[in-house]
């Protein structure tokens, strides 16, 4: 018996090695590292000096860095995430999941976008953007609205929106499957029941299927509000930070500390506060959505 | 501490240099038309010998810049073809790599200890990290056999505590570009010699329509090279390199109000409003295009305006022009040899890979010059004549040169590049002035 | 794997139909097909584009079909873009991710749901960490241990990191599928004679196989699309985002060979979404609802 224990606890061993190794090695970590590395003052050459809190210090008072201006640029990118691109995919996915003729279809073309690489995403949109030659000043230009047409990427006030747009666009397909996978499950008999109390379609939305659903909105919320605070790519591709510092998120900030000023003790500091704002977001959004229930 | 010493060094090489540039177009002229076609190869040969014991390959490798579409691709081959056949005994290997991937791949390859053989560099600050890291090999013993060839001046940049780690391939400086076909058409045949002329064919040039300057916001040191112009040519150069190389604070009404000038030319919408979201490629595109009349970058640009048949005819390379006589006369550049070849200390065969660089050196200056990359760090040892007339203009410009201030973002360390840039950023964008400029400066770097 | 209904509008017309606003309906059918056309016009604009000179593409033809098909933008997207050779690194880069992934994954998950022992419900839990933590996170230590290693600039730079941040998510999604594998048929192996491991090779692995596809789509999608990581640890084996990113500063002005790069970047992921779509939506799907 004792034998067969130990051999069942080896087993367990085993099985459960490559993946905590993976887990721990390349995750927990590096996360523990990241943490003692913002103490320092150190470059990539190797100097390395104990300052304490001072990078946390700097990183909170200098204008210079601007943290909590990339840190308000990317919650209002979380909250443009959660209350208008939400609402578009769970539109989306409550007309398309209470059957509609070409559902299929219209469920394929809205997922395309979220199947291209961010990289390809940015570079369509950075010609799209052109202030000369992009389709989109063509465009306005066309339908005799000149004064429409602007240098989108390069004008501090609507930078931030022109690199929001295809950010929010990409994903709303995302979304919609996730809620439209929700919306297909409500169970039949719930509807039918609903449809027989002579409910319409926005008091069986509201009633039925959106209360049912709560679990996946919850998720949704999540992806949303985490994937706007680390959102990196498009805004790499597109303006890199710029025009001055109107459109830097708190990842720009880190990779600028890191690979452009050597700095990478106040580059850790910055993934530090990136974990502790993830975890601290996906607490209080589980803890709202409990508080409903 | 050991920045300061540094900063020293290099403000006596900047004051050097001056007299060493001078002198190049003159020394061009004084060799005679030496025998092109591997002109060292008997001097190498010798010095080389006792390193090839018979038959055995010494592997040296090395990592640049110059990519295929770089404009020093062809004078990076013919100087291999030429310095490897100079040495049957070495087996080199190079490699190209994109300028802003390579900044990340070397740091990365500097931090693990990795580096090949023979690197590319940038001189000042960027070299300075990897050899505060001790990381490069000494040249000194080497640079004995070429001292002749290469003026100390010339290694300044590349200098650190005495010794040095770096051989320059070409240097440049700023120079303003001009489409002369649309400055005759407002009727200027030259580029306006005074501030005030200079100014006025501006206000002419909107009058006409025509968009004065081009400048690729995107890429801050596209601004820099505008900026750094105005504050030098309004404070002197002095000021400006003692602030670079921090033997002086920010902390100056001169260079305040020297931004306010440049802000004014912003403000007075002489600068394509466009150029903000623009790449510097873009920008340069325009430019031959004949969008804009002027348009300020480095000299490295010479080859490619000259090579386009079209183009070529139509443009001109002067210096800008003096704003502020009492404090800045004309002579006073920015610019000065940045591009760099350096060896790592990790080699295996260090002593060797040494000469091989400063032979390489040499030739790629060599053919940089005759392609009209940039102007020699080395004194030409070949007739010059063929070269495009750009360059030759900006030879002369460098002829006459009183002081070169280098690229503040290539003087100064990463982290004060970086503020530097972000305040040159907000400076073109309007969003501070010349007195919040000097003031967050002084605050964040000294 | 939850079954999603197949809904057919007939199944309950008799209610929709007298429900529905007929204008309502036709005004959501102009919202869905305008919705549908933001979507498909950047993807059609970029495919033609590709095939322009600059000439056509700055003004001549902005929007239209080419007039002249060329197609010698791809020969240089191909040969000086060096497109194929990033594609082929992409491939060997998300092919090792998603085969570590799904071994990695099945076998914790196993030790997880079916075998028993203390704190396996905990150490759920601490894999599920891995869900909110952003991969930027570890990019300092691992880039520092990747150099000290001297193994940047290798497919394992990548496919290790990769890896392991998919698995979070696939274990989360392997649960869902393996709870429905009945436990009898460990059982019954087990009186068979068989052991643990061969249990889980020949019993458990063969069954998994819906969950083989969501999470290989997960595992793929987060590869092939990262840019960061790759930008960063492997400047020599570029994958697709990084080499379009290094292409596109080659021709600012030449449009037409960047859109061919990114046509070859984008359409083979299309064209296998287009013949599997409903396979890959009901992958998603399942894996949603598992989570």
Redesign the interface.
Known sequence: MKKKKLINGINVFLFLLPGLALFIGILIAPIVLSGYYSFFDMNAYGAKEYIGLANYKELFSSTAIGFFKALKNSLLLAALSVFVQLPVSLGIALLLGKGIKGERAFLSIYFMPVLISTVVIGQLWLKIYNPSYGILNVCLRGLGLDNLAKIWLGTKETALGAVFAPTLWQYVGYHMLLLYAGVKSVPLELREAAMLDGATDGQINRYIVIPYIKGILKVSVIFAVTGSLKSFDLIYVLTNGGPLHATEVPSTLMINMLFLRNRYGMGSTIAVMLILLCFAFALVISAIFKQED | MKKKILATLLAGAMVLSLAACGSTPAASTETPAASTEAPAASTETSVEAPAADAGEKVDLEMWCIA???DSNRHSYEAAIADVTAAHPEVNFTWEA??N??????I??A???D?MPDIFFTWSCAFLG??V??G?VYCLDDAYETWKSELPESMMGNSTYGGKHYGVPLTMNIVGLFANMEILKSIGYDAVPGTYEEFIACCDALKAAGIIPFGCA??ETWCVTEYLESVIEKSCGADTLNDIFLGKATWNNDDVASAVDTFQGLVNNGYFD??G????N??VK?NFMAGKYAFYMNGTWNCADFAGNAEFGPKVQVAEFPVINADKATLGQLIGGPSDTLAVAASSKNAELAATFTFELGREICHYGYLDGCGLPAWTPYYEAAGINPLTQAVAEICANAKAYVLFGDTAMN??SA??YL??V??VY?C?IDGAGFVA?LTN?IG | MAKTRELKPEDFSTYTVKKTNPALRVLAYIGLVFWALVNLFPIYWMFTFSLKNNEEIFGANVAGLPQHWLWSNYTSAMKTGHMATYFINSIIIAVATILITLLVSMMATYAMTRLVWKGRKTMNKFFMLGLTIPIHASIVPIYIQLSKMHMLNTYQALIVPYSAFSLAMAILICTGFMDEIPKDIDESAYIDGCGVWRTFFTMIVPLMKPAVATIGIYTFLQCWNELMFANIFNTNLKTLPVGIQALSGQYTTDWGPIGAALVVATFPTLLVYIFLSKRIQDSFIAGAVKG
Do not use: C, M, W
């Open positions: 990519t295929e579409s790599i994109e802003q991937a390579y900044k990340t791949k740091k990365a500097v931090a693990a990795e990290d990897f505060d890291a990381r916001g995107k409003p466009e903000i979201a623009l790449s490629d873009e595109a990463a982290d970086n503020t972000s305040y950023d907000q964008g969003a967050g964040d």
